[in-house]
């Protein structure tokens, strides 16, 4: 470490230069190179698949790459490089899903994979200095597991501060985050890069707004290959989607999909609903099957041919709600109409949706096999799923195809069919494009607005503020088991998240439902 | 449709055929190491399990009967996603209960003495395996512990009956009365020692293959097993109903062996009646993949393996331990088998 001055002249904290990284034959990363200066934040873009993760296991010693080198301060990374080493040499991965445990406290998780003794007082003392030194606050005494996922991600930075981490890289840090929260990270990690010449950060994300607010210098991954890199003054949301998709591939739909995920529309106050109630929740309260209260005070109403999403912060009792309103979980207290036929599409298609190791006419058979008796009409069903394979455009070997064979985009894509197979009179979906890329993304939505073309309710759950936005004609946010009908605009749908209710949004919201809602007084009578 | 299935067919006999094999080159194997002349030992065995029609027939079938039923029992609460371990407990009971009955009443029923000991039987599996669906359901205990410790108390249970409640009426052995033939299960072919329960347990294996196959409540059994989760979000099954079914019809398939063993084979009921069938059963099921029918022919495998070891040790000298190594390697040998497949398909 010579006595380099000048910030501009200090070696990149972290750089990778022509790194390669094949899976089998599939080629992850070709050739990427990537330079982090020192004192900077760095973003890191691409669509699901495009190798951001890949690129930042093989920096972080998780993956060995196939070729290429890394260097930290200047200083090559010889083989074999391992996550020990990188930590020794101050480099610090937030992964997407935590690696905490839940059961241990602050202090128990922050001195995990430390070597020696655990002395309690001594490592709350270390928490506490992180906080007052960086603004991260916990209590370490606080068990992991009942903290709210923002302060989990806290849990899991000042982790990675308590061992001296320099270069940290944060892989989606705000997918899980509401708006004024993920805000807050995102100064938090302007701050963290400015504070010292020796630190930087990588952020790893789809979302163009977080990158372009935040990072000094932006590279795009597209299948592997860096597509485009530079200072952040170079790009605009334009030409970043155009670099992540790709100009052959960009189609005018993507494009207007891109439009609508990244600058949401007014109020669709003039797309009057006449629609009929069906699903209709009043004053409901909800308990889980651990008689936990999940949902306190529910009122609100999904008419025919109408899109309602809602919003919320992950935990605010969604999961119930949506399942009570799908006839999977019964209410406590109140009124809740919802139709037999209504379909529901929960978010972990793996676990919840689908049997992985059975055929995709087995899978056509689940739907509903509870409320079956007798034979089973094998050929018709074998048939239906062969209509609905290319009906919906899934991209399947057939109907004998074993689901687990299929990509996620394409199993989400026939989870939606079988769900609108039987004409439904209601859709119900839970964070419909988790894990998708954006052309599956782009279909899923197609999908929605489809299904409300042809009249039926559909009321959609994201996690995704913008994808709420996006697709919804009414917006209601769920804050600690409680629902209001807030304008579909994106700050007062984030405040709603947080449990900040203006009257005024309120009030305005009620006028705008009312107006929509005259021309048919007698339909609730 | 017809396409799968001639390749499932071909896949069956491949697989039996490459069971078959690795048995021999394993036994050859561990009776070089352990010393013995493989030639010697081995013509013992094939002369025990397969020598002669009364070998086949009195020997090997007659120790595939249980070994199927059981098996049958085992491959349904797997499918289910249960792992019933208690097919030998269960079995046990089958056994007793059915004794009793015959015991007691017996003698004032006639001709429906026998067909009312089958059923009592059955009944008696299904109520010693519903005591583990109810500590399952009720209590959260995990059913491979409940399974095993019933097993136990099962043995114990029947070691206290053969001394007590329904000991022989001179009070010296530890066993109940022997069966009059009027109670005993007809035979198959004079001569033999083979009874209609080879005929019960291939009944069963097709009827429970094409229920599985072809029902709406056989294929809520499968996808249970496969994906609770998705069967009670997806598919609106009552889980807990399903699973609490599945376990009774499991037991009462193992209980139905113990009746059947009573009434076919031993004629009288003792402690070691069942010489670990249901332990067997595992075994037995998993290497069939849980398929019914695949059943029967790993149960016939296993029949014919434990007489041939018999045969071996009697006129070899070759201890009959080494066959059951050769079973257990077997079972080994197939699920790791079973694994790299699944790990290969799951990457292409």
Request: glycine share 10%; charged share 15%.
């Amino acid at each position: 470490m010579a006595a380099l001055s000048a910030p501009a002249e200090r070696p990149a904290a972290l750089a990778l230069r022509g790194v390669t990284k094949r899976f089998g034959d599939v080629v992850a990363l070709d050739d990427v190179s990537l330079d982090v200066r020192a004192g900077t934040v760095h973003a890191l873009l691409g669509e699901n698949g495009a190798g951001k993760s890949t690129l930042m296991r093989v920096a972080f010693g998780l993956l060995a790459p196939d070729g290429g080198s890394i260097s930290l301060a200047g200083v090559p990374c010889t083989p074999p490089f391992t996550p020990r080493d990188a930590m020794a040499r101050g480099l610090g991965m937030v992964h997407q899903h935590f690696s905490l445990v839940a059961a241990m406290t602050v202090a128990e998780n922050v001195a995990l994979g430390a070597a020696g003794r655990y002395d309690a007082a001594k490592v709350a003392s270390t928490v506490r200095a992180i906080g007052d030194r960086t603004g991260l606050v916990l209590d370490p005494a606080a068990r992991v597991g009942d903290l709210p996922v923002s302060a989990q991600q806290r849990c899991e930075i000042v982790k990675a501060l308590a061992r001296d981490v320099r270069v940290l890289i944060l892989d989606e840090p705000t997918a899980v985050l509401a708006p004024d929260e993920a805000q807050a990270l995102l100064r938090w990690v302007r701050a963290f890069a400015d504070s010292d010449p020796s630190h930087a950060v990588v952020l790893i994300t789809h979302k163009l707004r977080d990158a372009l607010a935040v990072a000094d210098d932006i590279t795009v991954l597209r299948r592997g290959v860096r597509v485009a890199h530079g200072p952040v003054a170079q790009f605009t949301e334009a030409s970043l989607a155009d670099a992540m998709l790709g100009p052959g591939e960009r189609s005018s739909r993507v494009d207007a999909e891109v439009r609508e995920a990244h600058t949401p529309r007014a109020p669709a106050a003039d797309q009057a609903r006449e629609g009929r109630d069906v699903l209709h929740a009043h004053q409901v309260v909800i308990r889980d099957t651990e008689g936990i209260t999940r949902v306190r005070d529910a009122s609100f109403t999904v008419h025919a041919g109408e899109i309602v999403g809602l919003a919320a912060v992950e935990g605010s009792g969604q999961h119930a709600l949506l399942r009570a309103m799908a006839g999977l979980l019964p209410v406590a207290a109140g009124r809740l109409q919802s139709p037999t036929d209504v379909a529901f599409v929960p978010e972990d298609r793996h676990r919840d949706a689908l049997l992985l190791d059975a055929s995709l006419t087995e899978n056509l058979a689940l739907r509903d096999a509870g409320r079956r008796s007798g034979q089973l009409p094998w050929r018709t069903l074998a048939e239906r799923t062969t209509a609905l394979l290319s009906a919906r455009d899934v991209r399947a070997a057939g109907a004998t195809a074993i689901a687990r064979t299929l990509s996620g985009g394409n199993q989400q894509k026939f989870v939606l069919a079988r769900a609108l197979d039987d004409a439904p009179s209601a859709l119900i979906v839970e964070n419909p494009t988790r894990g998708l890329d954006f052309r599956a993304t782009a279909a899923v939505h197609d999908a929605l607005r489809a299904a409300r073309d042809a009249g039926l309710a559909v009321l959609v759950y994201s996690s995704d503020l913008d994808e709420v936005l996006a697709v919804a004609d009414r917006v209601l946010a769920l804050h600690d088991g409680v629902v209001h009908e807030v304008a579909r605009e994106r700050d007062t749908v984030g405040r709603a998240m947080l449990g900040v209710v203006s009257d005024a949004s309120i009030a305005n919201t009620e006028r705008v439902t009312f107006a929509t809602r005259t021309p048919s007084p007698g339909a609730s009578a | 449709m017809s396409a799968t299935h001639q390749a499932s067919w071909v896949g069956a006999v491949q697989r039996l055929a490459l069971l078959v094999g690795g048995t021999v080159f394993a036994l050859v194997l561990l009776l070089l190491v352990t010393g013995h002349d493989p030639s010697v030992a081995l013509r013992a065995l094939v002369r025990g399990a397969v020598g002669s029609w009364y070998a086949f027939t009195s020997a090997t079938l007659v120790r595939a009967i249980p070994l199927a039923l059981t098996g049958l029992c085992v491959a349904l609460a797997f499918r289910a996603g249960l792992l019933n371990i208690g097919a030998e407990g269960q079995l046990l009971m089958g056994a007793a209960a059915s004794a009793a009955v015959l015991g007691t009443v017996g003698a004032s029923l006639g001709a429906l003495a026998l067909p009312l000991a089958l059923l009592t039987g059955v009944a008696a599996g299904a109520a010693w395996a519903g005591v583990a669906a109810l500590l399952r359901q009720r209590f959260g205990v995990l059913e491979v512990i409940s399974t095993i410790m019933l097993n136990f108390v099962a043995l114990y249970t029947v070691g206290w009956l053969v001394r007590g409640p329904l000991q022989e009426p001179t009070g010296i052995y530890p066993q109940s009365a022997s069966l009059p033939k009027a109670v005993q299960l007809p035979l198959l072919w004079t001569g033999t020692r083979l009874h209609v329960g080879l005929v019960l347990a291939v009944l069963l294996a097709i009827g429970l293959w094409w229920w599985q196959r072809s029902t709406a409540s056989g294929f809520r059994l499968r996808a249970v097993g496969q994906n609770p989760h998705a069967s009670a979000t997806i598919g609106r099954i009552n889980v807990a109903r399903v699973s609490v079914l599945a376990f009774l019809a499991s037991g009462a398939l193992a209980g139905l062996a113990g009746a059947v063993e009573l009434t076919g084979v031993t004629f009288a009921l003792y402690e070691n009646l069942s010489p670990g069938y249901g332990y067997t059963a595992i075994a037995v099921a998993l290497l069939a993949r849980l398929h019914p029918l695949g059943v029967l022919g790993t149960a016939a495998l296993f029949g014919a393996l434990q007489a041939g070891g018999n045969a071996m040790q009697r006129d070899a000298a070759v201890p009959i331990a080494l066959v059951n190594v050769v079973e257990a390697l077997l079972i080994l040998l197939v699920i790791a088998g079973d694994r790299l497949t699944a790990a290969r398909s799951a990457r292409a």
